[in-house]
């Protein structure tokens, strides 16, 4: 096995052995490529929880109607902005 700090690559026979080790690695956040015969054939990685899109635009959303209702002594976001590009 390549040892590097943020990847290591292994033949697949080995990895078939090393299961234990390489997913304690990948745990610690490493990145391990598995080989045949030379030729990378797969990456094991941290798992990461898919990103809920909906949830995301959502935020996005709410974050847009406050900037569009956001005043400042009357005037919005977007006139003040306005007003800067004008100067």
């Known amino acids: 096995m390549t040892r590097n700090p943020k990847r290591a690559a292994i033949d697949s026979e080995d990895a078939k052995t090393a299961l234990d080790r390489l997913l ?3 745990e610690n956040g490493e990145a391990v490529i598995i ?3 030379g ?3 797969a990456r094991l990685v941290p798992y990461q929880e898919p990103i ?5 635009d959502r ?3 709410e974050v847009d109607k406050l ?3 956001i005043k ?3 005037i919005t976001v977007r006139e003040l902005i306005d007003e800067g590009r004008r100067m």
């Open 59 to 61: 935020a996005i959303n």
């Open 24 to 26: 304690d690695r990948v």
């Open 39 to 41: 030729v990378p054939i």
């Open 52 to 56: 809920d899109v909906a949830l995301v």
């Open 72 to 74: 400042l002594r009357g």
């Open 67 to 69: 900037r569009k209702g």
């Open 35 to 37: 080989t045949r015969d």
